[in-house]
């Protein structure tokens, strides 16, 4: 089994309406990100969190939030869906290291189209 | 805004010639990380190389990290066709997260 996955892979939604993108990991991790893919842009980060009760902001958070239900689960929701935020999402994980980032660890990417 | 930029952004060689891309920052930086993307998926870590390091070898890759330059290089040798896919780089700012480039595009031609 993979060991970061991420629920729905294929979403098609409305203009306003509201989602929410899952994330489960099974390797212990305690980091947990969620970036946005748009072509040509490379990732970009939306939400980080260290633990369930530290949750940060990334570079393009507006239109999200994030919710850290347990270690393993980070949920991304986007309140009012807009046609700009069209993209591929990712989870990743990686583990407590000191100051420095380690190696992260990806999902498989969720494709969503805001119609 | 991306900290790291992947230079070329498309690259086309043939099956068992090497392929170089290079990656360039702008602030200091714990370490310096590439990744590949095959399409449309994930993607995988290949290799870490910290500040304090200058080259690193792992199978078929070799990075290099210059940093008076602020730049790092990925070579792949032997190339394959499996190796197609783009390859991100990602710096760490000593802020608890990584800013990924735009990538480069490889394409192995058989």
């Known amino acids: 089994d993979a060991d970061v996955t991420q629920t729905p892979r294929n979403r098609i939604t409305k203009t306003g309406k509201r989602i929410m993108l899952e994330c489960s990991q099974t390797?212990?991790?305690?980091?947990m990100y969620w970036y946005r893919q748009d072509p040509g842009l490379g990732l970009r980060l939306i939400y980080y969190?260290?633990?369930?009760?530290?949750?940060n902001k990334g570079e393009i958070s507006d239109g999200y939030s994030v919710s850290r239900q347990a270690q393993a689960k980070f949920s991304l929701s986007l309140e009012s869906a807009i046609p700009n935020q069209t993209a591929l999402y990712f989870c990743?994980?990686?583990?407590?290291?000191?100051?420095?980032?380690?190696?992260?660890?990806f999902g498989p990417g969720t494709r969503l189209t805001v119609l | 805004s991306q900290q790291g930029e992947e230079d070329p952004q498309a690259l086309s060689i043939q099956e068992g010639e090497n392929a170089t891309m290079n990656c360039s920052y702008k602030?200091?930086?714990?370490?310096l990380q590439w990744y590949r993307q095959n399409s449309g998926r994930g993607l995988v870590h290949l290799i870490l190389?910290?500040?304090?390091?200058r080259e690193k070898h792992s199978g078929r890759l070799r990075v290099t990290l210059d940093t008076s330059k602020k730049s790092s290089s990925l070579l792949i040798t032997a190339s394959r066709a499996a190796d197609t896919a783009s390859y991100f780089c990602?710096?760490?700012?000593?802020?608890?997260?990584?800013?990924f480039g735009a990538g480069t595009t490889v394409t192995v031609r058989a």
């Open positions: 990743a994980t990686s583990d407590l290291s000191g100051y420095q980032s380690d190696t992260q660890y």
């Open positions: 390797k212990g991790h305690d980091r």
């Open positions: 969190s260290f633990d369930v009760k530290d949750i």
């Open positions: 602030t200091s930086i714990n370490n």
């Open positions: 190389i910290r500040s304090n390091e």
């Open positions: 990602a710096t760490d700012k000593n802020d608890y997260k990584l800013s």
